[in-house]
T-cell receptor, first 113, second 114 residues
Framework: KAGVTQTPRYLIKTRGQQVTLSCSPI?????VSWYQQTPGQGLQFLFE???????NKGNFPGRFSGRQFSNSRSEMNVSTLELGDSALYLCASLRGSDTGELFFGEGSRLTVL | KQEVTQIPAALSVPEGENLVLNCSFTDSAIYNLQWFRQDPGKGLTSLLL?????REQTSGRLNASLDKSSGRSTLYIAASQPGDSATYLC?????????????FGGGTRVLVKP
């Protein structure tokens, strides 16, 4: 059974550019959430999607956005990149709408120069 | 606001010694608590999930306990091996939070010396 797949694994961007990251959840999982991990702030919640609807949102500026498609795949977008956006972006999936065990992907490592 | 703390931030033990990792949280109104392992540059691997109604969970050499009233969880790893070297993170889902928002601790970096 395939796990959570995130693409791309690594990318380098410059300030002011935008980036789109993709997450394919485990087959049958309908909830996808995104986290940012940095050495200084640790793991912070970005947002969660369930059935194409954003269900919860963390305390990040509007430059961070996301969406979920009908096949449960999700994308997150960061516009007008800043140096501080350099981080490991992790995606997690959950089977249903209730709470339960979350499974994470390997992450997308973003470096902003 | 839920806060999760893991002390110590780093731990070094000789191979074969039992590991005891601590996690504390400020709001006892949680759905569940989950322990993860993270290797350098990698994603998170789920180790154990403890529902709020449970007191402990076991998987192989791993045992996690939960004391909701005191806001504490402990992860025990028996007979540590060098392959257990990693960062261990605990996270909770609070009842007051919508959806499945995990609040993470800062992690404990473990080194098991051969």
């Amino acid at each position: 059974k395939a796990g959570v797949t995130q693409t791309p694994r690594y990318l380098i961007k410059t300030r002011g550019q935008q980036v789109t990251l993709s997450c394919s959840p485990i087959s049958g999982h309908r909830s996808v959430s995104w986290y940012q991990q940095t050495p200084g702030q640790g793991l912070q919640f970005l947002f969660e999607y369930f059935s194409e609807t954003q269900r919860n949102k963390g305390n990040f500026p509007g430059r961070f956005s996301g969406r979920q498609f009908s096949n449960s795949r999700s994308e997150m977008n960061v516009s007008t990149l800043e140096l501080g956006d350099s981080a490991l972006y992790l995606c997690a999936s959950l089977r249903g709408s209730d709470t339960g065990e979350l499974f994470f992907g390997e992450g997308s490592r973003l470096t902003v120069l | 606001k839920q806060e999760v703390t893991q002390i110590p931030a780093a731990l070094s033990v000789p191979e074969g010694e039992n590991l005891v990792l601590n996690c504390s949280f400020t709001d006892s109104a949680i759905y569940n608590l989950q322990w993860f392992r993270q290797d350098p540059g990698k994603g998170l691997t789920s180790l154990l999930l403890i529902q709020s109604s449970q007191r402990e969970q076991t998987s192989g050499r791993l045992n996690a306990s939960l004391d909701k009233s005191s806001g504490r969880s402990t992860l025990y790893i028996a007979a540590s091996q060098p392959g257990d070297s990693a960062t261990y993170l605990c996270a909770v889902i609070g009842i007051k939070a919508a959806g499945n928002k995990l609040t993470f601790g800062g992690g404990t970096r473990v080194l098991v010396k051969p």
